[in-house]
């Protein structure tokens, strides 16, 4: 069995300030964990993902994640925003039971103020 | 390299109709998932294929959904008949292997309205 939480509805931003997007996830084994983002109309974009090795993955866009096992946590974080980051996010993570049946968290919505 | 496509961007029926989706993944990826996205709930798995095979079907909500693969390269997921509940949107994604932690793929998504 695999979850995924990602606490906060909506995190409100102003250009410039560094952000933080929260997840917390659950799974049987190793975990593969991933941040995916969707722009208004637009379908969904793999941003990053963590499988093995570093904790800090770095991905598209200037975002970064860390892997923090003992907290069973993977936050998406950009050092300072763009209004364009301005999207809503997804955590999700595989490994449960060793198959790679996806779930994904309930989204959270990034809005970054000018 | 083209990504996943999926046609129609919008479908508006009315209860009782059939709807016929349709999902064109990366060329050259075996693996193939629907997944359908309620307004405001979380993104959820419905099936996967491998080539033309299903792998992994036990997110279909009922037996009004079916998902073909024929060929192995586009598929798609037919409901019928409609109901009011399975309005939504439906994405489709695709991945190389289907390893754990190979990246699925995600196509702009069918939005589907069943008034």
């Known amino acids: 069995a695999q979850s995924v939480a990602q606490p906060e509805d909506q995190v409100n931003v102003a250009e410039g300030n560094p952000l933080t997007v929260k997840c917390t996830y659950s799974?049987?084994?190793?975990?593969?964990l991933f941040w995916y983002v969707q722009y208004p109309n637009r379908g969904l974009q793999f941003l990053l993902k963590?499988?093995?090795?570093?904790?800090l993955v770095k991905g598209s866009y200037g975002f970064e994640a860390e892997f923090n096992k003992s907290q069973t946590s993977f936050h998406l974080k950009k050092p300072s925003a763009l209004v364009s980051d301005s999207a809503l996010y997804f955590c999700?993570?595989?490994?449960?039971?060793?198959?790679?049946?996806?779930?994904f968290g309930i989204g959270t919505k990034l809005q970054v103020i000018p | 390299e083209a990504g996943v496509t999926q046609f129609p961007s919008h479908s508006v029926i009315e209860k009782g109709q059939t709807v016929t989706l349709r999902c064109d993944p990366i060329?050259?990826?075996?693996?193939l998932y629907w997944y359908r996205r309620v307004m405001g709930k979380e993104i959820k798995f419905l099936l996967h294929f491998v080539k033309e095979s299903k792998q992994d079907e036990s997110g279909m909500p009922n037996n009004r959904f079916l998902a073909e693969r024929t060929g192995g390269t586009y598929s798609t997921l037919k409901v019928q008949p409609a109901e009011l509940e399975d309005s939504g949107v439906y994405f489709c994604?695709?991945?190389?292997?289907?390893?754990?932690?190979?990246?699925?793929?995600f196509g702009p998504g069918t939005r589907l309205t069943v008034l």
């Open positions: 799974v049987s084994g190793n975990p593969y």
């Open positions: 060329s050259g990826h075996d693996n």
């Open positions: 963590y499988i093995t090795g570093d904790n």
């Open positions: 999700a993570v595989t490994g449960g039971g060793g198959y790679q049946k996806v779930t």
């Open positions: 994604a695709s991945s190389q292997d289907g390893g754990l932690g190979d990246t699925q793929y």
